[in-house]
């Protein structure tokens, strides 16, 4: 039976949507090999839950093959089966489309460099220009609206539909493609026409924020924006290299999710141990857990918000559960299914709901999100520095 996959973003972006949150080869290498840690002896009482509207894999198969054997494409077929179930996060993809998703997890993406997130006013802001990229070249900078994209207006979009329409996932836009922004900073309004490139990402960036006190020290901003491969590591390796005494900010904001085990990885940085999350595959539960030796003492503080989705999600819920952070922000995203992949005719590949994760506490999170213990609008990571000079982290 093939492995579980927890998939990021709505079934309407599901060509090439963010980040694959792959159970798959991942847990099965890590659980082979004993990278995976298990508490001795603990079994979690979970929640089970039913999956409601899910595909029928027989039968999205079935329509792909009668498909291709009548030369027609097995990918459109099974996407209408799929669509036809009210399977939420279900999605098919081509060949191509997959290959573009797995490099996703790598790191590399085709785009313009620009991560996006919902303004306090529920506009969509610019969150983050990656250095070097086409739009850090046009002048683009962290703050600037996103009005238009392609002439269509993105106020009202979902986060991850946008960040889908710059990376042309929808029309399979290669690099070299032409992306047109319509931008506003302040009063002034402005059209910029991009070429899309292949882009390396920066999945975790560390700063020290505050000022340098007398007997305190800085605060660390560790910023995440994807749990693509090494940003795990890359956390944790953040969280040991902090100054003693110095508090920890955790951004989660834009998160669009990625791969499991980097999320465990990263919870791992500040749990000793301890259940992270259960999910469960046709109503068989399973359970993940941190490993030993992480800061337990550490201030922290979690910045999310709308576009925290599926793997941040999981983390998040981790550290609140847990006790171990205080969250900022407003709510997250809602993913929490799981879904499982299969191949298809013609060399097409369904990912089809098959169950759902839960925080440690049992909370479901799929079409519902995680509530911040702190609900803030605008100016949120200000606030959060605030809380977390609070609890002693400096900043």
């Known amino acids: 039976m093939p492995d579980p996959v927890c998939r990021v973003g709505p079934r309407g972006l599901r060509r090439g949507a963010a980040l694959t949150l792959v159970f798959a080869s991942v847990l099965a290498t890590a659980a082979a ?122 106020d009202r979009r979902p986060v991850s539909d946008v960040v889908a329409l710059l990376r042309g996932d929808r029309t399979g836009a290669a690099a070299g493609s032409k992306v047109v922004l319509g931008l506003q900073r302040g009063a002034a309004a402005r059209t910029e026409t991009l070429r899309r490139a292949r882009l390396t990402t920066e999945a975790v960036t560390v700063h020290r924020i505050g000022p340098y006190r007398s007997g305190s020290s800085a605060a660390v901003l560790i910023d995440v924006d994807a749990f693509t491969k090494g940003s795990g590591t890359a956390v944790r390796d953040a969280v040991r290299a902090a100054p003693a005494g110095a508090g920890v900010l955790l951004d989660l904001r834009g998160n669009s999710g990625g791969l499991v085990t980097e999320a465990v990885t990263a919870a791992s940085a500040f749990l000793d141990g301890g259940l992270v999350a259960t999910y469960d595959v046709h109503g068989e539960q399973h359970a993940l857990y941190a490993g030993s030796g992480g800061d337990t003492e550490r201030p922290l503080v979690v910045l999310i918000d709308g576009g925290t989705m599926s793997a941040a999600e999981l983390l998040t819920g981790a550290l609140q559960d847990r006790g171990r952070a205080v969250t900022v922000g407003s709510r997250t995203f809602g993913k929490g299914s799981v879904q499982m992949p299969s191949r298809l005719a013609g060399g097409a590949v369904a990912e089809l709901t098959v169950g759902h994760y839960r925080t440690p506490a049992g909370r479901g999170v799929d079409g519902r999100g995680i509530t911040p213990d702190l609900a803030v609008g605008s100016r949120a990571q200000q606030r959060a520095e605030t809380v977390l000079s609070g609890l002693g982290g400096g900043s």
């Open 33 to 154: 090999t004993g990278a995976l840690p298990h508490g001795p002896g603990h079994t979690p009482r979970v929640e089970t839950r039913s999956v409601a509207a899910t595909a029928d894999r027989d039968a999205v198969a079935e329509a792909a093959a009668d498909a291709v054997a009548d030369g027609k494409s097995g990918t459109e077929a099974a996407e209408e089966v799929v669509s036809r179930s009210g399977d939420r996060w279900g999605a098919v993809y081509d060949e191509r489309e997959y290959q573009e998703f797995e490099q996703a997890l790598d790191g590399t993406y085709t785009g313009v460099g620009i991560a996006a997130r919902r303004s306090a006013d529920g506009r969509v802001a610019v969150a983050r220009v990656q250095p070097g990229s086409p739009a850090d070249r046009a002048g683009v900078r962290a703050g600037d609206l996103l009005r238009t994209i392609d002439g269509h207006r993105v």
